[in-house]
């Protein structure tokens, strides 16, 4: 993967946002996130995430720390000042005694922390952000990083591949749960520059914005020069008989086997809709030779 940032974009970059009131340290933060949410191999759209951590001066005059943090359902490559809402840190910090949270007081306790309450939604990943110590964070679903951790010893690759560079998170469900998890790896590798979300995808941090985003470009580097070791056509297709049935006939035997008894169903059934997919990428996979591995 190509390290696509540029100091000379990065000083502009700042130039354009200075004049409109958005600081340096904000400015690189919109340029890294951007530079991620570009590259399809690490974000889809709406998908990552990326963060800064600043102190602000509250009405009062008192100084309070702030976490900056993509809005829900905003797009990195696109992400503006209005798409990072800031979020009081203190209070989501104290979150980590918690033992448990549910989505709703999730979403109201984050709500309630805005500084401005009309900003849209924080992610649903602040906590684990903030959890963090890092000034920058960046979070993506590197498809190279979900390539080795989604085999079936995807956690202990990971570990052989990053040793004391990135920390391995086992499984948890984003939300408080993750967050959790993650700052206990953080804290048990103090030392790494980034953590592999199992089954997930890949956090990276650093005290400047370009430290953040150049460990996320190395980490990813890393898993795909693993992955370039086994490197072949894992999935070739298989020979097929002449004259196959079409989704026409098929489908009504499969709407059957897969219907199941349910009294308070019309007719008994609880029946499903099926939708048909037979593209050339489907075809390859579902075809392939190795396909019970």
Not at 115 to 122: G, I, K, M, S
Not at 195 to 204: D, F, Q, T, W
Not at 221 to 233: D, F, Y
Not at 238 to 244: M, V
Request: proline share 5%; charged share 20%; net charge negative.
């Amino acid at each position: 993967m190509k390290n696509r940032w540029s100091d000379d974009e990065a000083r502009s970059w700042i130039a354009q946002c200075d004049g409109n009131g958005i600081d340096e340290n904000l400015a690189l933060r919109l340029y890294s996130a951007r530079l991620l949410g570009q590259d399809r191999d690490l974000v889809l759209h709406g998908g990552g995430n990326a963060s800064l951590k600043r102190y602000l001066a509250d009405p009062l005059g008192d100084e309070q720390a702030v976490l900056f943090i993509k809005g829900s359902g905003w797009d990195m490559a696109r992400l503006e000042a209005a798409g990072l809402p800031a979020v009081r840190l203190a209070p989501l910090q104290r979150l980590r005694s918690l033992s448990a949270l549910d989505d709703l007081s999730m979403v109201n306790l984050l709500r309630g922390n805005l500084l401005d309450t009309q900003a849209p939604d924080p992610s649903v990943e602040t906590l684990l952000h903030a959890f963090l110590p890092a000034t920058f964070v960046d979070h993506t679903h590197a498809s190279a990083i979900l390539a080795l951790s989604d085999q079936p010893d995807g956690d202990g690759l990971c570990a052989d591949v990053f040793a004391d560079v990135a920390a391995v998170v086992p499984y948890a469900m984003s939300g408080l749960a993750l967050a959790k998890a993650a700052a206990e790896a953080y804290h048990g590798q103090p030392d790494c520059r980034g953590l592999i979300l199992a089954k997930h995808g890949l956090v990276s941090f650093g005290d400047t914005a370009k430290a953040s985003y150049e460990t996320m470009i190395e980490l990813v580097n890393m898993a795909e020069q693993r992955l370039s070791w086994g490197q072949g056509k894992i999935y070739p297709s298989i020979a097929l008989p002449e004259n196959l049935p079409g989704a026409a006939a098929i489908g009504p035997v499969l709407r059957g086997a897969l219907a199941r008894a349910d009294e308070d169903m019309p007719g008994g059934f609880h029946r499903v809709v099926l939708d048909y997919r037979g593209g050339g990428d489907v075809l390859n996979y579902v075809n392939g030779q190795e396909l019970s591995r």
